[in-house]
């Protein structure tokens, strides 16, 4: 009458299955070859400049009037078309300070976390054997906060355990049935284990982040009396609760972003305090919290939870942009509900996220429909509906996407290998990259190419295991000669043609675009019905921004080639070669805002 499964079914799990528990650790050690842990990677502070394939851990040091190795060599190059500039570039990177940017000078804080990117050779092993497509194809991928890049062995791994096993649908108790459930078991596991949740926490299993969000938009008990706070510094799905929030009568108050995104805390908590629910019960709030900006590169203090659950506010954060390159504990940080998606952490699938969420917060949330897999008994015709017995379930519309959630345990266990590497590798990175774009100048007129409109980090990175105070993003804008902004779609096409995979837009996020932009006015003068072009119209030029974001398999070819693209643009012949060619492409079509180059 609801589930398909028998009531007797209902009443309890079935057992674990010992055999099944063995063969998937089996499988989990294929994973990763070559891991090491944090301690003895963080030892080997004197790791090659250049690593061999075929010996990678032998130490020794180039001279500096040492002859250039093969490319087969160089750790993080691809097996043919790099030229000697990449392999200088590189050695550049790693030698002693100052050094030298495509052929500029180089002051030594401009280059200042080279010397801890030794420390994370493992991740350049990872992008030998898991990554091996990128080298394939020529690609350069820089679009990380979009969508991270799966690891070969991950989707080997999971279609060989697919190809061995019969898994059924969930709702049902066949021995098919009782393995797919008993993998979404572990898959809850191994997401809690992950975020280090407290016993209290439960995991509903979604399509992605954006449907967890709007699980709570719908059925958090919104009243009149009730505040829905917010930072202008979010995602579109995390602005989309204010729909529920005003529908039922609502306050919607929002943190204003700085001109760099995220927001100012003691303005926050000035707002929280100002829209502080009378009463947790009579006037349920909620306080959503973006973890990391996907445009503006800010990470709120997490602190904030804590405040505003002292003022009586139920929390909710949003980590899909913070959980791919940092650490979090819901331990240390016990917010009522948090979201991810984990196709933005670990490549694959895509098609599921979650909303991890503690059990005494999902008993508060009202759902406005039921679904098949939601409830236990319908009476129909009438109105009698018996939600599912596990908490969880009842939020789980439909069959969850069962084929894949054995690949959520394997992600995270992947995920969890290398993580600790991660921040300290993309710090260095990111340092280069930023400082490297602020010393490009145009060949005819010595203006900068680029405007960098994102947070940078004040600090470096020294450990393994450290955190950043931002993520790995750069948001920025490219300017002819004149300093005038070059139009976005422009740019989008010269990488394309130089097979470089970034960004541009507003990246979902309206209120950190316009922040950092400087045309919050202009998006003051909005009016129901307006559109994209309206709005261009208004502003006079494209909207948004270019965004290169790092991640996982990232290196330092990557950053490089980057670097080079940004450094033709502001070559005029090339440039003018280029624009050429886009406008020829164009076929005719009237031109977006923007002149001549």
């Known amino acids: 009458m609801g589930n398909s499964h028998s009531s007797s079914a209902t009443a309890q799990r079935p057992p674990k299955n010992p055999a099944f528990r063995r063969q998937r650790s089996a499988v989990f050690s294929r994973i990763s070859l070559g891991r090491t842990s944090v301690a003895s990677s963080s030892s080997s502070q004197d790791c090659p400049t250049l690593v061999n394939e075929k010996a990678p851990y032998h130490k020794h040091q180039l001279s500096h009037s040492s002859s250039l190795p093969t490319l087969s060599n160089v750790a993080y190059a691809p097996s043919e078309g790099v030229s000697n500039d990449a392999v200088a570039a590189y050695n550049a990177f790693l030698r002693d300070f100052p050094g030298t940017v495509l052929g500029l000078r180089v002051h030594a804080n401009s280059l200042m976390g080279a010397l801890e990117y030794r420390l994370t050779w493992i991740l350049d092993t990872l992008r030998r054997t898991d990554y091996t497509r990128l080298e394939h194809t020529g690609e350069t991928y820089v679009d990380y906060m979009g969508g991270a890049l799966f690891p070969e062995s991950l989707i080997k791994v999971h279609t060989d355990f697919l190809s061995r096993n019969v898994m059924g649908n969930t709702h049902s108790v066949s021995n098919s049935s009782k393995l797919s459930l008993q993998c979404a078991d572990e898959a809850r596991a191994a997401v809690l284990s992950f975020f280090k949740a407290p016993p ?27 505040s829905y706070v917010l930072g202008s510094d979010s995602h579109n799905s995390v602005h989309g609760i204010r729909q529920f929030a005003t529908f039922r009568g609502a306050k919607v108050a929002y943190v204003q972003s700085t001109p760099n995104g995220g927001f100012d805390a003691s303005i926050a908590k000035n707002i929280l305090l100002r829209n502080q629910p009378r009463s947790r019960e009579l006037a349920p709030s909620l306080f959503a919290l973006t973890g990391q900006s996907n445009i503006s590169n800010s990470k709120n203090s997490l602190s904030m939870i ?98 894949t959630l054995p690949a959520i345990t394997d992600g995270l266990q992947f995920l969890s290998a290398y993580l600790p590497f991660l921040p300290l590798r993309l710090s260095s990175l990111l340092h280069y990259l930023v400082n490297s774009l602020s010393l490009l100048r145009h060949d005819t007129t010595g203006e900068p190419v680029v405007r960098i409109l ?144």
């Not at 992605?208 to 958090?220: D, I, M």
């Not at 541009?504 to 996020?509: D, F, K």
């Open 200 to 226: 209290e926490y439960t995991v509903v299993f979604t399509a992605n982040a954006t449907g967890a969000l709007k699980l709570v938009g719908e059925s958090f008990p919104f009243t009149g009396g009730s």
């Open 306 to 403: 804590e405040y505003a659950e002292s003022l009586g506010y139920y929390t909710l954060l949003d980590a899909a942009a913070l959980a791919p390159t940092s650490t979090f504990s819901l331990k240390e940080y016990p917010v009522d509900a948090m979201v991810v998606s984990f196709y933005k952490m670990f490549g694959f699938p895509t098609g599921v996220g979650a909303l991890i969420v503690k059990k005494s917060f999902l008993a508060q949330l009202k759902r406005p429909w039921f679904a098949g897999g939601t409830v236990d008994v319908v009476q129909v015709p009438g109105t009698i509906v018996t939600r599912a017995h596990e908490l969880h379930e009842q939020f789980e519309d439909g069959t969850i996407n069962y084929l």
């Open 454 to 597: 994102s947070r940078v980090p004040t600090r470096r990175l020294r450990s393994v295991g450290d955190q950043t105070e931002t993520g790995s993003t750069v948001s920025l804008i490219f300017l002819d000669p004149k300093g005038e902004m070059i139009p976005n779609s422009f740019i989008e096409y010269s990488a394309s043609k130089q097979f470089i995979s970034l960004r541009t837009g507003c990246m979902c996020n309206p209120g950190a675009a316009a922040a950092i932009l400087g045309i919050q006015e202009d998006m003051e003068k909005l009016y129901p019905g307006v559109t994209l072009d309206d709005f261009e119209r208004i502003v006079g030029r494209e909207l948004g921004v270019v965004r290169i974001s790092l991640g996982l398999a990232s290196n330092f070819q990557d950053v490089w080639k980057v670097v080079r693209f940004a450094a033709l643009i502001g070559d005029d012949k090339a440039r003018t070669a280029l624009w050429d060619r886009w406008i020829e492409s164009r076929e005719g079509a009237v031109c977006c805002v923007g002149q001549a180059l």
